[in-house]
């Protein structure tokens, strides 16, 4: 049961990617200075009736020749009435020109940012992008459509936002059950703390949960394919900022694998991603997968009162078989798309080199070691070698020696 409950729930970060330059179709004559200025302003009207709840402001900006994304669009706004948001604005971004399109009046396809806030839970805004089919008419311009490239959803996209607040956590869940959402807020709610105890680091000890209504809608927000996610538990994103702080996390919640597991599944999973929330910030291209993904799992596991064998049950075959690892995994084998055993075997192996270190130096040299391997200035490799000097007191073949038998000992 225990080892039905990992596969399942063996999960990943998923980080956004950075937005692209062009903003306007690169065909027809340069805009001129005064049309920007127009649309901008346009943009700001509408960015302006979402802050202000102002249904027929927002409207206002639609197209009335474009019936049905008018109606659309009027049901994206009453999606967003529950959902608290500190800011929201949109900007045209990039430079490009005019693209020639059939019907009246002037229209153009352009690329917008949308940043907004949620209160209480974002300390920078959250960055979205929407490719939009701009007309003008009687010397105004109107939004008309979304067109061309498609952009991940945003949650209101999908239906009506729910909201559930908790005491560390806001939920926001489209076609749940509110009892649920109740559920998971107070899963979430359990999971901050416990991150707490063993990450010092600055955070904002909070957590932002969507819910969407299935995984393919989840792969709706993460604009990929639902195949990838149909396994997993949730998942992670994160909007990072320069600077290397992450201000605005999501933990987003696959509701069919997530309403298989027991209550001993759902902590550990919540637990784990809030874990990769608390360490967003110290976690860079030098933390390998092993790293971040056991740590969150040794967080997520910590205190269980499940032998280590029913919590890795694949390594443990591995091992009985006498198949043991030689190394730490590599970043492909955490790739999804490969086969269950193996990937869940990834996980297993990383989780046991950090409880490893947790039981020989200690909980807050775990911590440690995690913070100086993501501040290394080097790759993975050498910025792991160059930690486990520093922090750990020990060359990577003694390490590794270490873990081998440690593995070996501990699930044999």
């Not at 009335?64 to 706004?77: D, E, I, L, N």
């Not at 608290?84 to 940012?113: C, N, Q």
């Not at 993460?222 to 702080?245: F, K, P």
């Not at 910030?281 to 967080?299: K, M, Q, Y």
Request: a positive charge.
């Amino acid at each position: 049961m225990a080892g039905q409950q990992r596969r399942r729930a063996v999960l990943r970060m998923a980080v956004v990617g950075a937005l692209g330059a062009t903003a306007l179709s690169a065909c027809g004559r340069a805009p001129a200075d005064e049309d920007r200025a127009d649309i901008q302003r346009m943009l700001d009207r509408r960015a302006a009736a979402v802050r202000e709840r102002d249904a027929s402001a927002f409207l206002a900006t639609v197209d009335r020749g474009a019936v049905r994304y008018r109606s659309g669009q009027r049901r994206v706004f009453e999606n967003l009435a529950d959902v608290p948001l500190s800011s929201w604005t949109y900007r045209l971004a990039g430079t490009g020109g005019f693209t020639p399109a059939a019907g009246t009046g002037r229209r153009i396809a352009a690329r917008v940012e949308l940043r907004y806030r949620l209160a209480g839970y974002d300390s920078a805004p959250v960055t979205s992008e929407q490719f939009l089919t701009l007309v003008r008419r009687e010397g105004r311009w109107y939004v008309a459509a979304e067109r061309g490239k498609r952009a991940p959803q945003q949650l209101w996209d999908q239906g009506g936002v729910e909201v559930v607040r908790g005491r560390h956590s806001l939920v926001l869940g489209v076609g749940q059950d509110r009892a649920r959402l109740r559920e998971i807020a107070a899963t979430a709610d359990r999971a901050v703390p416990a991150v707490g105890g063993v990450w010092r680091e600055k955070w904002a000890h909070r957590v932002v949960v969507q819910v969407p209504a299935s995984v393919e809608r989840l792969a709706g927000l993460l604009g990929t394919s639902a195949n990838a996610y149909r396994g997993i538990a949730a998942v992670t994103t994160a909007e990072l900022v320069r600077d290397g702080s992450a201000p605005a996390d999501r933990v987003i919640v696959n509701p069919d694998a997530y309403a298989v597991l027991g209550a001993f599944g759902r902590q550990a999973v919540m637990t784990h991603e809030t874990a990769h929330v608390a360490t967003r910030a110290s976690t860079t291209r030098a933390t390998p997968l092993w790293l971040s993904e056991g740590f969150a799992d040794w967080v997520g596991y910590r205190g269980a009162d499940r032998p280590p064998q029913a919590l890795a049950p694949e390594l443990t075959v591995a091992v009985r078989q006498g198949r043991p690892p030689r190394d730490l995994p590599d970043t492909d084998a955490f790739r999804f798309g490969t086969d269950g055993p193996a990937l869940a075997r990834a996980y297993e192996e990383g989780w046991l080199a950090c409880r490893m270190i947790a039981e020989r130096w200690g909980e807050r040299k775990l911590a440690e070691f995690y913070r100086e391997v993501g501040a290394g200035g080097g790759g993975e490799r050498r910025s792991v070698d160059a930690a486990l000097v520093k922090v750990l007191g020990v060359r990577r073949a003694e390490f590794m020696a270490g873990w081998r038998s440690y593995v070996t000992r501990t699930l044999g």
